[in-house]
């Protein structure tokens, strides 16, 4: 005998298509929360374009850009509740700045400073994690302390489209499933890691799909389409809170820059593509819909790019303006006491420093 | 150095057709430092395949395309994402032998970008040949100089074990030389007297040789220079007869200090040829601690003045 024991289908969720038009059912939100959403992806553009600049002219050091990713980025900094928790790869600045990170604290993460990683304390967000993919499983923990402690908190985590190639993605997700935790999952699919376009990182026609395996709903949104992944978000943050179980979120979007400033996409990706999808590019989109709405004017745009640029400028200032850590700095956080032969090594390098003078520096 | 890796693949793919290289943006990118480019439109993708991005896949792979008959020449794209690897590398890579009597061998070599100054990001900057070298049946190859890295490499593939290639990323391009266009290797497991001493023996090897070599311009004494190349299995009999001849012995690493490649160096030292030292051995390393990010990199790696101060130290002791 051979029956079929499973059949399965992945939902795809657009709500406002790429000229402002509403396809689908509009998240009950306020005008004024929708103005807010478009300022935190300009803000998030305009934060992105300084930092490209400051990178540039070697003032900050590698870094990765969100430009294309901002309705991805923001749509979930507005679905989730204060209590939440955020738990980030590196393509998620706009998220974070939307959560209350200090865009002058971010630039100094890039600009080689790791003072830049502390977390304000009222933020409920993990760090930055470079090494792809391992900051899921981090999330399903947190997750599942909060289903222990019956406190009503979704953890959300962010990765790329090659992260889910990694076991770190698969067993986090059946972890998840496993035992039904609270933990929002989403993925932006950019279409590339690095020179890899998305068809060849996985046979799957869908990322969204490989939820199913673990048990949970898994969905492809227009990640171009804030309307779209806030209504994902929102709706899969709210399951997880009612003890309903994760959700996979594909947000299906694109990285219209270079991986990080250290890459030049010219040598794998055709222009053309990136053309394409300047189309779809989610702060239009939102705008045009504004316009029909008369919400937007040509005044309001001008006064919000002044207001954004002068607080970008001004965490640019801050950020230039810190002074340098002292040498404990590289000792301080090893351990919650610094031990005796650590504490060793401090001193030797303190002595160190003032024997050969300004020895700090020749290498970096 | 870039180059002269380069061409080691190509000529090893070109004369032997088991010869393939794996990775993330090996192929069509030719490998984030370009240490492969060129290699895809040479040999297809067939040879130089672009990977999903997943570490254990690519080494786990490795070891069954190894078994296949396939001389893989895998990659991590640095040295934090290398770690992945360790449980296929160390649980079998590195005992498959062993394990089958005999029958079975890895015959693979995994090659990474790995230290730190070239103000990356976190987990861009790391050092852990330890971990590797620490694993019986594992070989660890660690180049400082464009010659040696390629006909190092070269032995790498031909070798009939697992070898872990470390690439001195910050002398990636720092250091140029002339290097052969012809064929030639370089033996694993042999030590390279860089510079002839009779006062002290200073052993280094990777990045740091080229802190050491620039150290011995600053101090007075005739200092003997020793570039390991292999960590694993180490040339410990080139060291022990400088130092019976020298009496002293700094080493040298960017990796912490806690128990690392210097620890080894300086416990053969001491069995070997505790009559002949007039001096305790010094270690010259990184802190046990995280290496910082770029504006305090220059404290944490050890630079040419750090180095003479401690060769003095040791001289008048
Ligand atoms: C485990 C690991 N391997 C390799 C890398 C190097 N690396 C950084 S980002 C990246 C591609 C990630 O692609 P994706 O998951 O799609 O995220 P995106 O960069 O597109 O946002 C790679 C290979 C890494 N950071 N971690
Ligand atoms: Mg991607």
């Known amino acids: 005998m051979r029956k079929t024991l499973g059949k399965f289908s992945v939902d795809y969720l657009q709500i406002l298509d790429e000229h402002g038009v509403v396809t689908g059912v509009m998240p009950k ?97 993990f760090t930055i994690a470079v090494p ?59 279409q590339w890691s690095i020179s890899m376009p998305r068809s060849k990182q996985s046979a799957s026609e869908t990322l969204a799909q490989k939820a199913i395996a673990y048990g949970f709903e898994g969905i492809q949104v227009d990640g171009n389409d804030i309307f779209a992944v806030y209504t994902a978000v929102r709706d899969a943050v709210k399951k997880a809170k009612e003890g309903r179980g994760p959700t996979l979120i594909e947000c299906f979007t694109y990285r219209m820059s270079d991986h990080t400033t250290s890459d ?10 990136v053309v394409e999808w300047e189309k779809k590019d989610p702060i239009t989109r939102l705008r045009f819909y504004m316009k029909q709405k008369k919400m937007w004017t040509e005044t309001y745009e001008r006064e919000l790019l002044e207001r954004v640029r002068k607080e ?10 810190t002074p340098p850590a002292d040498i404990e700095d590289i000792f301080r956080y090893t351990y919650a006491e610094m031990p005796p032969a650590l504490r060793e090594q401090l001193e030797y390098l303190k002595r160190s420093v003032d024997e050969t003078k300004n020895m700090g520096g020749t290498n970096g | 150095m870039v180059e002269a890796l380069n061409i080691a693949l190509k000529q090893e793919m070109a004369k032997d057709s088991s010869v393939i290289v794996l990775g993330e943006d090996v192929g069509k990118d030719g490998g984030v430092f370009r240490v492969t480019d060129g290699l895809w439109e040479k040999f297809g993708g067939e040879r130089v395949i672009d990977t999903p991005l997943a570490e254990s896949a690519i080494i786990g792979a490795s ?44 015959h693979l ?23 590797y ?51 030639y290797t370089v033996p694993i497991g042999k030590a390279n007297v860089v510079q002839e001493g009779s006062d002290i023996t200073l052993v280094s090897w990777g990045a740091m040789v080229r802190e050491c070599k620039e150290a011995l311009a600053l101090t007075p004494y005739s200092v003997e220079l020793i570039d390991l190349r292999t960590i694993s299995p180490m040339d410990t009999k080139t060291v022990i007869e400088s130092v019976k001849k020298t009496g002293r012995a700094v080493v040298v690493q960017e990796a912490p200090r806690n128990c690392s490649v210097s620890a080894e160096v300086a416990a053969t030292i001491q069995k070997e040829a505790f009559l002949s030292l007039k001096a305790p051995v010094k270690r010259v390393t990184g802190f046990d601690t995280v290496i910082p990010f770029a504006r305090m990199e220059g404290f944490y790696i050890a630079d040419e003045k750090r180095i003479a101060k401690e060769i003095e130290k040791v001289m008048k002791f």
């Not at chain 2, 890295?149 to 070898?163: C, E, T, W, Y």
């Open chain 2, 63 to 106: 070891i069954g395309l190894a078994l296949g008959g396939m001389k893989p020449v895998c990659e991590a794209q640095f040295d934090g994402f290398s770690l992945p690897m360790l449980d296929q590398l160390i649980s079998h890579a590195s005992r498959i032998r062993w394990r089958s009597r005999g029958r079975f061998a890895a």
């Open chain 1, 29 to 125: 939100i306020t005008n004024e929360r929708i103005r807010e959403m478009y300022e935190q992806m300009v803000r998030a553009r305009v934060f992105d374009e300084t930092a490209l600049k400051l990178q540039r002219e070697g003032r900050i050091g590698t870094y990765a850009s969100i430009r294309g990713q901002e309705a991805s980025n923001i749509g979930t900094a507005f679905a989730m509740d204060k209590e939440d928790w955020l738990f980030p790869s590196f393509r998620e600045d706009g998220t974070m700045i939307a959560r209350g990170f200090p865009m002058s604290a971010l630039l100094q993460y890039w600009g080689w400073d790791e003072r830049g990683m502390a977390v304000p304390q009222d933020v409920n967000i």
């Open chain 2, 109 to 131: 070599v995994l090659r990474f970008p790995y230290g730190g100054g070239i103000r990356a990001l976190e987990h861009h900057s790391d050092s852990p040949e330890a971990y």
């Open chain 1, 312 to 321: 970008v400028d001004e965490a640019v200032r801050t950020y230039e303006s």
């Open chain 1, 264 to 273: 030049d996409a010219k040598k794998y990706r055709d222009a053309a593509e």
């Open chain 2, 133 to 183: 070298a620490h694993t019986p049946g594992l070989k660890v190859v660690i180049p400082s100089s464009p010659y040696d890295a390629k006909g190092l490499l070269v032995s790498a593939i031909r070798d009939p074990d697992p070898v872990v290639f470390m690439e001195p990323k910050r002398v990636y391009r720092a250091i140029r030389e002339d290097v052969p266009e012809t064929e």
């Open chain 1, 132 to 190: 792809v993919s391992t900051q899921i499983a981090h999330a399903v923990g947190y997750a599942w302390a909060m289903k222990l402690q019956k406190k009503k908190v979704a953890s959300v985590v962010y990765f790329g489209d090659g992260a889910t190639s990694k076991g770190d993605f698969h067993e986090g997700l059946n972890f998840a499933g496993t035992f039904a935790l609270p933990v929002v999952f989403i993925c932006q699919n950019n």
